[in-house]
């Protein structure tokens, strides 16, 4: 597991923090973590070889919903992580997984888990 990358897109710094460090606590020095806050800089990262994402939908600059799209399209497993609803998401993304925050830490390094055993 010793190359384990993962893209969390996360504004608030405490959530992203908190995520970074229950992924942290579970996979140890072999994952590398990546976090970004915005549209612009996770569309920066979207082509670039990640073991999985998660992603927020409402960030710096708007909704990552051409972040997932393009996340899809290279076949990088990833989960929302969101306080909006599956709802919320344009149909082609509604089979994603979706974590509503206030969310537990032990489900998102279930997602985590699964995504990097899944590569």
Do not use: H, Y
Request: include cysteine; aromatic fraction near 6%.
């Amino acid at each position: 597991m010793s190359d384990v990358r993962i893209l969390i897109v996360e504004d608030d710094p405490f959530i992203a923090m908190d995520i970074e460090s229950a992924v942290a606590e579970e996979l140890g020095d072999e994952a590398v973590m990546l976090i970004v806050a915005s549209v612009e800089a996770a569309k920066r990262e979207t082509a670039k070889n990640w073991s999985c994402a998660l992603l927020d939908i409402d960030v710096v600059g708007g909704k990552t919903f051409d972040v997932a799209a393009s996340l899809l399209q290279n076949g990088v497993p990833f989960a929302f992580v969101s306080g909006s609803t599956p709802l919320d998401v344009p149909k082609p993304l509604r089979d994603v997984q979706f974590l509503r925050k206030p969310f537990s830490t032990t489900d998102i390094v279930s997602f985590v888990a699964s995504a990097v055993d899944s590569r």
